[in-house]
């Protein structure tokens, strides 16, 4: 039973990746310069809380430490093979915007690899501000059987990574987290891409350890390298992540634009 098991999850696996093979949105060409690498470049579009309100709130310097600790860890993450192929980007309080992290990540690694980032929180820094199509459907419809894997893949308007945003059904993260699609979703997508980066906020503890079963490494975003920061670490490696990356210096949500 269990050998059999295993073979329909595999075969369901390869199926899914001729799916996406056959669906992936065409990539737009890379951008070049200051805007394609900068992990917060992004034009003001919606409202105080989007990405460049964010940056602006940070001031040059922390914005500048950002760019380049998250350009250190994808050069590090791009040569670690297998163990930087699925990436968790947490963020270390609820009020630690990790998105944007995520985003900055995402952009780096799309300069030279193939990469999609899947967005599992609703923080008010979203994918749908960055993506080609922010009315798609997304994690959450492809849960409920209302999208196919084909339909929940986008792309970034300004770089070359593609997204698959969380959706619009009301399902509780729990709920996505424990379907069996999303594991074969991303055992597919691994299957595609060089990196599946998962945008997951500020995960409970009940999550955490299937987080790390579908990506086992860990990126932390924290706004400081303290001792919460420190114990949010040794929650995660206590629920089974591989390796935790810290990434310090990021913003708070409270933070807006004037």
């Known amino acids: 039973m269990v050998a059999s098991l295993a073979m329909l999850v595999l075969s369901s696996a390869f199926v899914l990746t001729g799916e996406l093979l056959r669906a992936l949105p065409q990539a737009e060409p890379m951008l070049v310069g200051r805007a394609a690498s900068s992990p917060l470049s992004v034009p003001r579009a919606h409202s105080s809380a989007d990405l460049l309100a964010v940056a602006e709130a940070m001031g040059s310097g922390r914005a500048e430490r950002a760019r380049n600790d998250i350009e250190e860890l994808a050069r590090e993450l791009s040569q670690a093979g297998e163990g930087g192929r699925r990436v968790t980007i947490l963020g270390a309080a609820p009020n630690v915007l990790s998105i944007p992290t995520a985003i900055g990540l995402a952009r780096r690694l799309a300069q030279v690899k193939r990469v999609i980032l899947l967005e599992l929180t609703t923080e008010p820094s979203g994918l749908s501000g960055i993506s080609s199509d922010p009315g798609s459907p997304g994690l959450a419809q492809l849960v409920a059987g209302e999208a196919s894997f084909g339909e929940i893949i986008?792309?970034?308007?300004?770089?070359?990574?593609?997204?698959?945003?969380?959706?619009?059904?009301?399902?509780?993260?729990?709920t996505i987290l424990g379907s069996e699609r999303l594991t074969i979703t991303i055992e597919a997508l691994s299957r595609t891409y060089d990196h599946v980066l998962v945008g997951a906020g500020a995960a409970a503890d009940a999550a955490l350890t299937r987080l790390a079963a579908l990506a086992p490494r860990a990126v932390?975003?924290?706004?400081?390298?303290?001792?919460?920061?420190?114990?949010a670490r040794e929650r995660l490696l206590t629920a089974g992540f591989t390796t935790v990356d810290l990434l310090a210096g990021a913003p708070k949500a409270a933070i807006e634009a004037a």
């Open 154 to 174: 986008t792309r970034d308007r300004f770089s070359a990574a593609h997204l698959i945003l969380a959706g619009h059904v009301p399902l509780d993260a729990q």
């Open 220 to 231: 932390l975003v924290s706004s400081d390298d303290g001792p919460k920061t420190a114990l």
